[in-house]
């Protein structure tokens, strides 16, 4: 009885063809799975090629010639061990282009010399097939190992199935066939669950070093909020020293400031029905440390043996979280105060009056502007305009409450919002708080070792009676705060409904105002001057008017604030200069020849570096002498920029150019003023000149202007004289000059002509002369 055909033996190769089947298909099937893994593809096909040498030899002896299972039967080992040899160099890294290439060669001509070795000898067929399989079984074994500890266990078996392989060389014979085909198919079996745990382990960290490598957090928690994974980003984020330590943890021992509850509110929306994934969330976390991460958190389902978990990417957003907070401070923070700026004003003061209106409370509005700011850019630089800025804020916010809201709303105009106040008590408490802004900013700053003095001009708005939203609120405080400078700088306003006409008008004026000049619609009318002892018509005031084409006739006390405002006063007056030195001109050859024409000047005129230039102009081009031109400023106009206009008026006295301070009593009426800026005429206002037939003060006080005038030898002209008895009280008392309606009205230049010949005449003082 054959070796084949006893049953033992036969049992004996279906256990090892079964076991060489599972292992071969195993293999082929994670090949199948993974196409990455072509170690198993190598191995797989060399593990078939075995089991079919070996079938072919112990199955085929009734079938096939004994050449040709020798033959199959080494052609199956060959590549049974170029299989293994191959899977392994690929396991390890090692496989390379060239090698596969002349594998093809190497296995014919290996098979071929087993062929003819056991063709001579074919005893040694099933222990030289041992040999060889296990000296390349233990190859690899000790390449696995020496590698990678991971594939240790691996290795080790691929080493016992070699051992065994060697050992049956020495001990196999006809009668152990079973032992070894039982011994090899248990080391086979060994040999299936170490590869599955190399590619699982593979694969594990593979998929390890995967999460790893992202630059941002991951972690995977189930319903209960219990993590399955992490990598070691999070461990780092969440100040931990590595992902092993947050396995198995909740995320609430995670975190110090997270609830059970808000980790159960988190999955409820991550598993809620219409949640569009990753669902994003933003969050601050609190870290053990104490310190606070802020984070974006992306979240993706993920499906393990019916189970929901919640995959989290963690993404460290400290520098968009820095940025976005750069982006809040430009857009809400005025740069140079630090305080809001004019879009978070807005907000905020929408917010405060939506919270008024709800609670039946009041708000106010302050507009501050700080008068003169433009000189200290001019004279010290725009860092030392910031300074002051910055200096002025800090001030002001010093005397607000905590609730108080401080804005610089553009250039040197801040805005203060008064919130949460008693029904009719904002304007009394705006009021109280414009006085203290005002002293404060009075009291002056010493910037880069100046003094500076500047002074700030509020105007109030309330709500409601003001307006009812934000930008009514602040449009009529803008309203007021102009009333404010208008009465003097420094000084407060609270909005009135004639202040928002007096606003349109304006802005209707303005309009208007736009081209007039190129359409000729203004032009002048001159009031005579004349000498109080001789009656002799010796000066002229050009005083302008308008015929609006839009509006008619318009009043100075109209146009001109309005022409102030825009900076339009600059043209306006330059057209003043020319047409007044062109009139006077004119009338070289009349009895007009030898009169100074006197016109009024503003303090932008002043401020206009080109202004001297225009007036040596004017005279070049008219054929006049300087001492024929003389130019009346205000004592506002004195004191708006002291420096600049000290040396404006020397400029225009080395000119020969005479200088009139104009409406003297009603403004600040310093001496100093008369001495400082060396002036040659000083004009008494109307307001005096009015009194002094009934008034004993006002009479005095003219007295004494006058007596003054004479001890600091300046020309005196007294304005708004319309009485004989006027005339005559202020030619006994010293006065040089009369004007007034007594004298004549503003006339046309050719009315001029015929009263300056009436004058010529008839000198002494005739009344209220009208063409």
């Excluded at 916010?397 to 949460?420: C, N, S």
């Excluded at 400078?485 to 802005?507: H, I, P, T």
Aim: net charge negative; glycine share 8%; charged share 20%.
């Amino acid at each position: 009885m054959s070796m084949s055909a006893q049953p033992g033996f036969l049992t004996a190769m279906v256990v090892e063809f079964t076991a060489d089947t599972i292992l071969s298909a195993l293999l082929i099937f994670l090949w199948l799975m993974q196409r990455k893994e072509k170690h198993a593809l190598f191995w797989g096909a060399g593990q078939l090629a075995i089991m079919a040498g070996g079938t072919i030899w112990f199955g085929t002896a009734d079938i096939l010639s004994l050449q040709w299972r020798l033959y199959l039967s080494a052609l199956g080992l060959t590549v049974g061990m170029a299989g293994y040899w191959s899977g392994t160099q690929f396991f390890i890294g090692r496989l390379r282009a060239v090698h596969v290439r002349g594998m093809l060669p190497v296995i014919m001509l290996a098979s071929g010399l087993f062929y003819l070795l056991w063709r001579a000898n074919n005893d040694w067929l099933v222990r030289g097939s041992a040999a060889a399989l296990g000296l390349v079984m233990l190859w690899a074994g000790v390449r696995l190992m020496a590698v990678n500890n991971r594939y240790r266990f691996l290795g080790m078996t691929l080493i016992l199935r070699a051992g065994f392989n060697l050992f049956s060389v020495v001990t196999l014979d006809p009668d152990t066939y079973v032992v070894w085909f039982v011994g090899t198919s248990i080391l086979k079996v060994m040999s299936m669950l170490g590869l599955v745990y190399a590619v699982q382990d593979e694969i594990q960290q593979r998929y390890a070093r995967t999460i790893d490598s992202l630059s941002h957090g991951f972690l995977i928690r189930d319903r209960r909020g219990y993590v399955h994974v992490a990598n070691e980003r999070c461990a780092k984020l969440l100040g931990f020293d590595g992902a092993q330590e947050l396995i198995g943890k909740h995320v609430c021992e995670l975190l110090p400031g997270l609830s059970r509850d808000m980790a159960d509110h988190y999955f409820f929306r991550f598993q809620a029905e219409g949640t569009a994934y990753p669902m994003a969330d933003t969050a601050i976390f609190k870290l053990r440390n104490g310190n606070h991460l802020p984070v974006e958190l992306l979240a993706s389902p993920y499906v393990e043996r019916g189970r929901l978990f919640c995959l989290v990417q963690l993404l460290d957003v400290s520098e968009r979280k820095k940025k976005d907070d750069q982006l809040y401070q430009a857009a809400r923070i005025d740069p140079v105060t630090n305080y809001f700026n004019r879009h978070a004003l807005s907000a905020r003061l929408a917010q405060e009056v939506a919270q008024a209106a709800e609670n039946g409370r009041e708000c106010a509005v302050l507009f501050i502007d700080l008068d003169k700011f433009k000189r200290v850019n001019d004279s010290f630089g725009h860092a030392a305009g910031d300074e002051l800025l910055r200096a002025a804020a800090d001030r002001m916010h010093a005397l607000l409450r905590p609730m108080d809201v401080l804005a610089r709303f553009g250039g040197d105009e801040f805005i203060v919002v008064i919130p949460d106040l008693a029904p009719r008590s904002a304007e009394m408490m705006a009021a109280d708080c414009a006085d203290a802004l005002i002293a404060a900013t009075a009291r002056g700053f010493e910037l880069s070792y100046h003094a500076i003095s500047v002074t700030a001009s509020i105007g109030i708005a309330c709500y409601p009676n003001h307006g009812t939203d934000s930008d009514t609120l602040i449009r009529n405080a803008d309203i007021a705060m102009y009333q404010a400078k208008k009465a003097g700088r420094g000084e407060q306003r609270v909005f009135s409904d004639d202040m928002n006409a007096m606003a349109k008008d304006a802005l209707v004026i303005d309009g208007a105002l736009a081209g007039a000049i190129d359409a000729g619609e203004f032009y002048l009318v001159y009031q005579p001057i004349i000498s109080a002892q001789s009656g002799k018509l010796t000066k002229v005031e050009a005083l302008l008017r308008w015929n609006s084409s839009l509006l008619g006739p318009v009043s100075p006390d109209r146009f001109i604030p309005v022409a102030e405002d825009s900076g339009m006063i600059i043209a306006l007056g330059t057209w003043v200069l020319e047409q007044a030195c062109r009139q006077v001109g004119q009338w070289t050859h009349s009895t007009l020849s030898d009169v100074t024409i006197s016109i009024n000047v503003s303090a932008w005129q002043l401020a206009d570096p080109a202004f001297v230039t225009l007036v040596s102009q004017a005279l070049i081009r008219n054929g006049l002498s300087p001492h024929q031109l003389e130019l009346e400023l205000t004592e506002r106009v004195l004191i708006d920029d002291t420096a600049n206009v000290q040396t404006v008026l020397a400029q225009l006295r080395a000119l020969g150019v005479g200088i009139s301070l104009d409406d003297f009593g009603t403004g600040y009426s310093s001496l100093s003023y008369l001495t400082q800026f060396q002036l040659n005429t000083l004009k008494i206002d109307r307001s005096f000149v009015m009194g002094i037939e009934h008034s004993e003060r006002s009479h005095n006080l003219v007295h004494a202007i006058i007596a003054m005038g004479h001890s600091l030898g300046l020309q005196l002209v007294a304005e708004g004289v319309e009485t004989a008895g006027q005339a005559a009280m202020l030619e006994k008392m010293g006065c040089h000059y009369l004007q007034g309606y007594h004298i004549a009205r503003p006339v046309a230049p050719g009315e001029l002509l015929r009263f300056a010949g009436s004058r010529a005449a008839s000198p002494a003082v005739q009344p209220d002369y009208v063409i």
